[in-house]
């Protein structure tokens, strides 16, 4: 598939279903994109689409079975993207998060193969039920605790609010686990 450059073409690649629960399109929304009007597309459909599958079928979709449903916070981000949040950040502008393109490769940029020429894919997600069922301080670790026993996951790192957190595949996972939210720091260090 080529990368798309028309409403048809993006239509198609947002139809693309990559698990039972989950299509394309749900993974390519971004505050960032629609606020400074970038186009939020891979370069390498087919590329996102292999990775963003695994990271449905391996582990949004056992998420959601477990703990039901899985809101999309940001996950797919294009290199161009990514650089103009990376450097909206590095500048101080609020709100913006984006690491580098090079942090971000097998990341968040599903179509960027990281610097050991490896691909992956990686959601900021929320469970809205878990949260609902488990805002005391530190809770967030019954869930990572549960994902790292029952899922391939690569890495985790949480949030406070909501106890969002970002998932990741990856084809060599490094099976660790960090918080900003408290208690703050590493529960699993992992691989890497």
């Known amino acids: ?87 909206m950040q590095k500048e101080g502008s609020s709100g913006y998060t984006c690491a580098s393109n090079t942090a971000n490769a097998a990341g968040h940029i599903w179509d960027l193969r990281d610097a050991d020429g490896l691909t992956g894919a990686r959601a900021c997600v929320v469970l809205p039920h878990f949260w609902d069922q488990h805002q005391a301080p530190g809770e967030w670790q019954i869930l990572a605790r549960w994902i790292h026993e029952n899922l391939p996951y690569s890495a985790l790192q949480f949030f406070p609010t909501y106890w969002a957190f970002n998932i990741s595949w990856h084809e060599r996972p490094k099976r660790q686990i960090h918080s900003y939210a408290d208690p703050k720091g590493w529960l699993v260090r992992g691989i890497g």
Not at 53 to 74: F, H, K, N
């Open 1 to 87: 598939m080529r990368t798309p450059k028309t409403v048809e073409a993006l239509t198609k690649l947002g139809r693309v279903r990559l698990s039972k629960s989950f299509f394309m399109r749900d993974f390519l929304y971004s505050e960032i994109a629609a606020v400074h009007g970038i186009l939020n597309v891979p370069d390498d459909p087919d590329l996102a689409i292999r990775v963003g599958t695994r990271l449905c079928e391996d582990l949004l979709e056992p998420l959601q079975e477990e703990w039901g449903r899985v809101a999309i916070r940001s996950a797919y981000r294009s290199a161009e993207l990514n650089a103009f949040g990376n450097r």
